[in-house]
C-alpha cells in the first residue's frame, strides 16, 4: 500500500534531488527520509530512485509516481478536510498564492473577513505570478491561487481543468509625469505614447503592452525594466517615461509626482481564483473562495 506521507518524501527528493535537501525541506532526518523511500520501494515492488553518487534521478516508475502525487494528496487533502468539517471540528488550513498587487489589495480584506468568521482557519500566503501560481496549483502547492490572464491575449492561460471563480476585470491606466503634455487629458489612445521613453516589465510581464502597441502601429521604446509597482511610479513622477499599469496596481501605490489617464480602447485583465475541483469542496477553500468573491466586489464598487 502507498502511503500518502512516502509519496510527499518523493516528492520532495524528487524536487531537492537529494534524501539530506529533502530531510531539511521536510524538517526531518536524512536516514528516515532514506527510510521511508525504502518502504516506498518495497510497496510498489520496483526501484523509484538511481543513486549516482550524492545525486538522485528518478526511474521511469519514479516519474510516473511523482506526476501523480500531486493529484492524490490533493485529494487526500480534500477528503481530510471534509471529514473534519462533517465530524464538527471548527479547523481547516488554505494555502493561498497571490500575485503582489492582489496581495496588497484583494487578500487582506479577504482574509480579515475570513479569520472574523471562522477563526479557527489558517491561512498562509506566498507570492507569485501567473504562470507560475497556477503551475504552483496544480502540483499541489497551494490551495487557491489569485490569477490573471488579459482579455483577447493570444497565449491565453488554459484553465479547462480548474475550478474559475471569477473577481474583477481590472483595467490598464496610463501613467504620466504631472508636467507631461497628456496629464490633463482624462483619456488618450495608446497611440499618444509612441514616442514616448516607457518603463515596463521584464519580457513575459511587458508581453501585452508590447501587443497593444504593435495593434495600434508601433513598437513601445523601453528605456527602463522593472516589475516593481512603486518603481515603475518612482521613475514616471521622476519625468523619466510613462507607463500603463492595472489600476489595483495603482489602488495599493500612492502615485506621487504621476498622474493617471484613461487609455482608449480599453485593455482589461481578468481576475481570478482559482483551485482544484477536489479542493473547492473544502470548506475552508470554499469560505476563502466567497470571502475573495466579496472583497472583489467591494474594490469594483469603489
Given at each position: 500500500?502507498?502511503?500518502?506521507?512516502?509519496?510527499?518524501?518523493?516528492?520532495?527528493?524528487?524536487?531537492?534531488?537529494?534524501?539530506?535537501?529533502?530531510?531539511?525541506?521536510?524538517g526531518?532526518?536524512?536516514p528516515?527520509?532514506?527510510?521511508?523511500?525504502?518502504?516506498?520501494?518495497?510497496?510498489?515492488?520496483t526501484?523509484?530512485?538511481?543513486?549516482?553518487?550524492?545525486?538522485?534521478?528518478?526511474?521511469?516508475?519514479?516519474?510516473?509516481?511523482?506526476?501523480?502525487?500531486?493529484?492524490?494528496?490533493?485529494?487526500?487533502?480534500?477528503?481530510?478536510?471534509?471529514?473534519?468539517?462533517?465530524?464538527g471540528?471548527?479547523?481547516?488550513?488554505?494555502?493561498?498564492?497571490?500575485?503582489p498587487?492582489?496581495?496588497?489589495?484583494?487578500?487582506?480584506?479577504?482574509?480579515?473577513?475570513?479569520?472574523?468568521?471562522?477563526?479557527?482557519?489558517?491561512?498562509?500566503?506566498?507570492?507569485?505570478?501567473?504562470?507560475?501560481?497556477?503551475?504552483?496549483?496544480?502540483?499541489?502547492?497551494?490551495?487557491?491561487?489569485?490569477?490573471?490572464?488579459?482579455?483577447?491575449?493570444?497565449?491565453?492561460?488554459?484553465?479547462?481543468?480548474?475550478?474559475?471563480?471569477?473577481?474583477?476585470?481590472?483595467?490598464?491606466?496610463?501613467?504620466?509625469?504631472?508636467?507631461?503634455?497628456?496629464?490633463?487629458?482624462?483619456?488618450?489612445t495608446?497611440?499618444?505614447?509612441?514616442?514616448?521613453?516607457?518603463?515596463?516589465?521584464?519580457?513575459?510581464?511587458?508581453?501585452?503592452l508590447?501587443?497593444?502597441?504593435?495593434?495600434?502601429?508601433?513598437?513601445?521604446?523601453?528605456?527602463?525594466?522593472?516589475?516593481?509597482?512603486?518603481?515603475?511610479?518612482?521613475?514616471?513622477?521622476?519625468?523619466?517615461?510613462?507607463?500603463?499599469?492595472?489600476?489595483?496596481?495603482?489602488?495599493?501605490?500612492?502615485?506621487?509626482?504621476?498622474?493617471?489617464?484613461?487609455?482608449?480602447?480599453?485593455?482589461q485583465?481578468e481576475?481570478?481564483a482559482?483551485?482544484?475541483?477536489d479542493?473547492?469542496?473544502?470548506?475552508?477553500?470554499?469560505?476563502?473562495?466567497?470571502?475573495?468573491?466579496?472583497?472583489?466586489d467591494?474594490?469594483?464598487?469603489?
Open positions: 500500500m502507498i502511503e500518502a506521507r512516502h509519496l510527499r518524501v518523493l516528492r520532495a527528493v524528487a524536487a531537492t534531488g537529494s534524501f539530506s535537501a529533502a530531510a531539511r525541506e521536510l526531518c532526518t536524512q528516515a527520509v532514506s527510510q521511508q523511500m525504502k518502504a516506498l520501494e518495497t510497496s510498489t515492488g526501484p523509484l530512485l538511481i543513486r549516482t553518487g550524492r545525486e538522485m534521478r528518478l526511474t521511469q516508475a519514479g516519474e510516473a509516481l511523482v506526476r501523480h502525487a500531486a493529484g492524490i494528496l490533493a485529494g487526500l487533502t480534500a477528503a481530510e478536510e471534509e471529514v473534519a468539517a462533517i465530524a471540528l471548527r479547523a481547516g488550513r488554505v494555502r493561498l498564492v497571490s500575485f498587487s492582489g496581495s496588497s489589495t484583494l487578500v487582506p480584506t479577504a482574509l480579515a473577513a475570513l479569520r472574523a468568521e471562522h477563526p479557527g482557519t489558517r491561512v498562509s500566503l506566498v507570492e507569485a505570478e501567473p504562470p507560475r501560481s497556477v503551475e504552483m496549483l496544480r502540483e499541489g502547492d497551494c490551495d487557491v491561487a489569485l490569477a490573471f490572464r488579459y482579455e483577447g491575449a493570444g497565449a491565453a492561460e488554459d484553465w479547462d481543468d480548474l475550478v474559475v471563480r471569477p473577481l474583477l476585470a481590472d483595467r490598464l491606466v496610463g501613467l504620466v509625469p504631472e508636467a507631461h503634455r497628456l496629464a490633463d487629458a482624462g483619456s488618450v495608446i497611440d499618444a505614447f509612441a514616442d514616448e521613453s516607457w518603463i515596463a516589465g521584464c519580457p513575459r510581464c511587458r508581453r501585452q508590447v501587443e497593444v502597441c504593435r495593434g495600434a502601429g508601433f513598437a513601445p521604446r523601453i528605456d527602463f525594466a522593472t516589475d516593481d509597482y512603486p518603481a515603475v511610479i518612482g521613475l514616471v513622477g521622476a519625468g523619466l517615461g510613462v507607463a500603463v499599469m492595472p489600476e489595483l496596481a495603482i489602488e495599493s501605490v500612492r502615485p506621487k509626482g504621476a498622474r493617471t489617464v484613461t487609455v482608449e480602447p480599453p485593455v485583465r481576475i481570478v482559482l483551485t482544484l475541483p479542493l473547492a469542496q473544502v470548506p475552508a477553500v470554499a469560505a476563502t473562495l466567497d470571502h475573495l468573491t466579496r472583497a472583489a467591494r474594490a469594483a464598487a469603489r
